[in-house]
């Protein structure tokens, strides 16, 4: 009997097959930090914050302020989304990871492509590969690029549509939403917060991208990687994670991963590089990962909120402290994405990287980064 062509295919590995983690897919170090419980079980220093949409903005605004200043990421909750239209959001995205590998295949990223079926882009920096899978598309062309996954239109192709527009319109909303109380946060008043939508536009602007992750169970999860510890390079992200949890946030003083609670009907919000270069690194950009287990599959959703590629994103003057000159220069997301691949190749900190003074140093992620570096020793670059 003739191979069926996709098991020669470099983009696939059958998961479901796998009785133990080969080598391509183990990783060195992944134990070098202990793991604590983020659900305030252990410790409340580890408790990862909670802001609820349902407090007065001022309370919110002040919760929001600590834990982007603190962890740069935190559990937002009471957002009004409803948990009925989140559980069709994750049976469409398991409907779609259980494809024939074929017909996923036939959506594969290509080099360079920002939108399509496989690993990550990230993933292409390291030599070993990871124990997921992952499908990364824009809302605004859905249609069109799920037709590579369901060229024959029907049913599942209509339904996955559907229900990813009905939920990129409310975390449309949503993002509207927090990026005002992210602004309020950062101590601008109402009148200043209009100012700098009237003059830089930010919300009406910002554009969203979705990735899906699914991560299949592990026969040996202490071996293998789910998703390589990185920051997000936008301004803010939605993370879904369903009730299988995984994503872990690095923590300094002392060095550990925090364990993201899966609170039902919760996302995670993670700042990002830009969102870190936005408020000259008042609120900072969180170093995460996701791990995987032996007994369930995971599923996680992404809902990444940037600039559109042409806008130069610098510090908001009001983020700056009278009499300082901004921590980091102007940059384009694909700009900052090109520096982001520069500092992986070398081991540097793209944010360092971009920064203007030495002030910038002391709030981004160098420490982290090199931490990352001796966790995943040595760096495994592949490929540029
Ligand atoms: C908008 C984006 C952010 C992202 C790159 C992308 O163009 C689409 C995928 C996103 C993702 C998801 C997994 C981790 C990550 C680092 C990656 O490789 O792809 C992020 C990217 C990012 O935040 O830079
Ligand atoms: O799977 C997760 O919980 C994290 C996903 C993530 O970090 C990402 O998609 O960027
Ligand atoms: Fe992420």
Known sequence: MPTPSHLNNPHYFDFRAARRVPES????GLDDHPVVDGGGGSSPDDAVPV????????AAAARVARAAEQWGAFLLTGHGVSGELLARVEERIACMFALPAADKLRAVRGPGDACGYGSPPI??????????EGYTFSPASLRRDLRKLWPKDGEDYASFCDVMEEFHKEMRALADRLLELFLRALGLTADQVAAVEAERRIGETMTATMHLNWY???PDPRRALGLIAHTDSGFFTFVLQSLVPGLQLFRHGPD???????VPGAFVVNVGDLFHILTNGRFHSVY???VVNRDMDRISLGYFVGPPPHAKVAPLPEAVPPGRAPAYRAVTWPEYMGVRKKAFTT??????MVATTAAASDSDNTTVATAAAAVHQPPLVVSS
């Open 25 to 28: 897919h183990a990783w060195p």
């Open 256 to 262: 550990r991963w925090v364990a993201v609670p899966a």
């Open 51 to 58: 802001v609820d949409l349902r407090e007065p903005p001022a």
């Open 123 to 132: 993933s292409s920096f390291f030599s070993k590969y990871m124990w997921s």
């Open 347 to 352: 081991g540097a900190s793209a944010l360092k």
């Open 288 to 290: 995460h990962r996701a």
């Open 216 to 218: 299949p169970r592990c």
